[in-house]
């Protein structure tokens, strides 16, 4: 009996993404056994499951049997995490921190990207690098990482890089930063909106302002969703950029009928990808509250385990060998990255006058 063709092509990802999801479950169970022997996950699953994959990776390389669905969990599994993310963001929660506040958010994130961009260049990081490093410490750490990199073609080694270093100084942050607080005398609210203005990871913002009080934590919640929601402009942007850079690289003029050269057209699903539609979509329908309340804690959840998986199936990609050799530079580029958006989140609540 004959197997389709698509239904062929299908099964042969069952492996990969098989052993993509065992790494996952490595993962998730050391982040159990952190919060069991230490009170706290320091390290976030999402961090375990790309370390893991790339620790396995190191001495054992998959076979061309797994090759397909761990490829399909790190690029297409993450896709569809990033179109659920959508569903977590709405305007109305958004425009509750104000409309000075609002706008000092969006303009730190912008300043935060064009800083981290420039200082990636300036220490001779390659373009998808910096660009990496730039959205995690701008907009959500791990998480806008993942989502960028399907949109401009990074590399595993780069995705993993960029998220192994981003993790170290994000846990940092967490127990810095009430240090910080405490010394510039700073009200709940003050640090609530400085720890949403540089903090990595949800999770993250709330380990940082829980022990300061509630108000500090639910200012630091909304400025970060600011933050999160600035994911899908920007990857919009890169969508485009990207585009039309390929588009550049690969057209051979065409000649018309006066024999001047034109470009070849690129089509409206080339310069935005599926899944930041998808994005846009989701946000726009629980905006107009069309996503039943009961569904939105099992699409964050789902979201979470196709995420995890995709970090999986990244580490299991990656050459740990091609990540030490440039490990220095981005060590460099994320430290003084994270200490200029320290810098331009106090340098907003002095300019708005909250201190």
């Keep these: 009996m004959m197997i389709p063709a698509r239904l062929r092509g299908a099964l042969s990802l069952i492996p990969g993404v098989i052993a993509c999801a065992a790494v996952t479950l490595a993962a998730v169970g050391a982040q159990a056994l952190e919060l069991r022997?230490?009170?706290?996950?320091?390290?976030e699953a999402i961090v375990l499951a790309i370390l893991i994959g790339a620790a396995v990776r190191s001495v054992w390389t998959p076979p061309a049997g797994l090759r397909p669905g761990i490829e399909f969990s790190a690029r297409?599994?993450?896709?569809?995490?990033?179109?659920?993310?959508?569903?977590?963001?709405?305007?109305?929660?958004?425009?509750?921190?104000?409309?000075?506040?609002?706008?000092?958010?969006?303009?730190?994130?912008?300043?935060?990207?064009?800083?981290?961009?420039?200082?990636?260049?300036?220490?001779?990081l390659p373009h998808r690098m910096a660009v990496l490093i730039a959205c995690g410490n701008a907009i959500c750490g791990n998480s806008a990482i993942a989502a960028v990199a399907p949109v401009i073609d990074a590399d595993a080694e780069d995705v993993s890089a960029a998220i192994a270093f981003t993790a170290v100084l994000g846990v940092g942050v967490v127990l810095v930063l009430?240090?910080?607080?405490?010394?510039?005398?700073?009200t709940d609210l003050n640090y609530g909106v400085l720890a949403g203005l540089t903090v990595y990871a949800v999770p993250q913002v709330l380990a940082a302002t829980m022990?300061?009080?509630?108000?500090?934590?639910?200012?630091?919640?909304?400025?970060?969703?600011?933050?999160v929601l600035m994911l899908g402009p920007v990857c919009l942007f890169l969508a485009v950029a990207t585009a039309l850079g390929r588009r550049s690289d690969r057209d051979v003029p065409v000649q018309g009928d006066m024999g001047a050269a034109r470009p070849r057209r690129i089509s409206v699903g080339q310069l935005v990808p599926w899944f930041i539609v998808g994005?846009?979509?989701?946000?726009?329908?629980?905006?107009?509250?069309?996503?039943?309340?009961?569904?939105?804690?099992?699409?964050?959840?789902?979201?979470?385990?196709?995420?995890?998986?995709?970090?999986?199936?990244?580490?299991?990609?990656?050459?740990?060998?091609?990540v030490a050799r440039s490990g220095v530079r981005i060590a460099a580029v994320v430290t003084l990255s994270l200490l200029s958006l320290i810098g331009l989140a106090l340098g907003l609540i002095g300019l708005l006058g909250v201190f």
């Design 279 to 322: 994005f846009l979509l989701m946000m726009a329908a629980r905006s107009l509250d069309l996503i039943p309340a009961p569904a939105l804690p099992v699409m964050a959840e789902v979201a979470t385990a196709l995420t995890l998986i995709s970090m999986a199936g990244l580490g299991l990609s990656t050459d740990a060998r091609a």
């Design 37 to 43: 022997l230490l009170g706290r996950g320091w390290i």
């Design 211 to 227: 022990p300061t009080g509630a108000v500090a934590t639910q200012a630091g919640t909304l400025i970060k969703l600011v933050r």
């Design 178 to 186: 009430p240090l910080l607080g405490v010394a510039l005398g700073m």
């Design 76 to 124: 297409t599994l993450l896709e569809i995490a990033v179109v659920l993310l959508g569903a977590s963001i709405s305007a109305a929660t958004v425009m509750a921190i104000g409309p000075g506040l609002l706008a000092g958010t969006v303009l730190i994130v912008v300043l935060a990207l064009a800083v981290s961009y420039g200082l990636g260049r300036l220490l001779h």
